[in-house]
């Protein structure tokens, strides 16, 4: 049965107190006038007489307080029913206002429909709120963590420049250039995430050709491979869709970059398609992959295999590209196929705004 609201119980219970302080009233008047006649029959006045007799008077002055006191018994019991939810809220409120974010509150008893609504919004706000201070915390020890490595690299090496201790030569300035650049690539995997967290990660989505896109990055990170010992070989379906391509093109590129951290040197190999519902994009590499307990975590911020396997990395790549996938529409997996690993990124051929693709 559906549970009746907070309006309609309180409607209820007034109307409930009235009819009961009437009825109670009623029955014990007849109660007492039964043991009048019984008992006491010259008490009662005469038929024709135009007001009750003393005695009677008295019998409906004590009827009436006992029908109020009655009636009042059972209106103090649905009262509190009715209050009880709104004390433990008050009491939840004030405990997260002195600081105990863990405080929630409890229904002991079945309570009208509002104030069970009210008290589980409550407690998801709470839940919410706890764990974004938690997270505060975490996420500002993680960040100090990551960007302590490069900021010193850099600081010790200036420092030595400026005392003389190294020379600047060609191979010293481009040492600093990459540590400047993976920090500033680690400054923006930071916003992206902090922007995907919050929901506030813009698109510029626009019609684009799938194929010419991944073949322009393919030549922006050609060299990179073939430094690391890396083959590239494209599986590309010329198809055009709606997406943004800056922001697909740094999913794709953060995969790319996952595999040169954790994978042995390979023929890489990426792979799209387009077809009439949907865009599918594959990074695929010959392991040795993730373990079984770190693939449900995998794309999380600061989920890293140096967990697992010793290895480096930020940890925020993966969550880069599921938040990209996400705010496509999509969605990201990873799987082991026939030994190898593949990453695939999933979103429809048309974004959310209802723009498309001839």
């Known amino acids: 049965m559906k549970a009746q609201s907070l309006s309609q119980r309180l409607n209820l219970a007034i109307v409930g107190i009235t009819l009961a302080t009437l009825i109670l009233s009623l029955v014990f008047v007849f109660a007492a006038y039964g043991l009048l006649f019984q008992f006491a029959p010259k008490l009662i006045s005469a038929e024709n007489a135009l007001f009750p007799a003393p005695v009677e008077w008295a019998i409906y002055s004590v009827c009436v307080v006992l029908g109020s006191i009655a009636a009042s018994v059972v209106a103090t019991r649905v009262a509190r029913r009715m209050v009880e939810p709104l004390e433990t809220l008050a009491e939840a409120a004030r405990a997260i206002a002195d600081g105990n974010l863990s405080a929630r509150a409890t229904l002991v008893a079945p309570a009208p429909t509002e104030a069970s609504q009210m008290i589980a919004d409550f407690n998801a706000m709470a839940d919410r709120l706890e764990k974004a201070v938690d997270d505060i915390v975490t996420w500002n020890s993680l960040i100090a963590h990551e960007l302590r490595t490069p900021v010193t690299i850099l600081k010790g090496r200036l420092q030595g420049i400026a005392e003389g ?5 060609p191979a010293l300035l481009q040492s600093l250039h990459q540590q400047a650049d993976g920090l500033a690539r680690l400054v923006e995997d930071l916003r992206v995430v902090s922007l995907l967290d919050s929901g506030r990660l813009q698109l510029r989505p626009v019609e684009i050709d799938l194929a010419s896109e991944i073949e322009g990055l393919a030549r922006l990170i050609e060299r990179d491979l073939d430094k690391a010992g890396f083959g590239l070989r494209m599986t590309l379906t010329s198809g055009r869709c709606v997406a943004d391509p800056v922001r697909l093109r740094q999913a794709v590129l953060a995969l790319v970059d996952n595999t040169l951290k954790y994978a042995e040197p390979c023929v890489l190999e990426i792979a799209a398609r387009v077809s009439d519902a949907e865009v599918v994009i594959s990074v695929i590499d010959q392991g040795p992959g993730m ?4 693939t449900k975590r995998a794309f999380e911020p600061f989920r ?3 967990d697992v396997d010793g290895k480096s990395g930020s940890g925020l790549g993966l969550a880069v590209v599921r938040g990209i996938a996400e705010a496509h529409g999509g969605e990201v997996t990873y799987e082991r196929r026939d030994g190898l690993s593949a990453f695939t990124i999933v ?6 705004s209802g723009l498309g693709a001839e």
Request: glycine share 6%; hydrophobic share 35%.
């Open 291 to 294: 373990p079984e307990g770190f």
């Open 347 to 352: 979103m429809p051929r048309m974004n959310r």
């Open 304 to 306: 890293r295999a140096e």
């Open 165 to 169: 201790v190294f020379q600047p030569d």
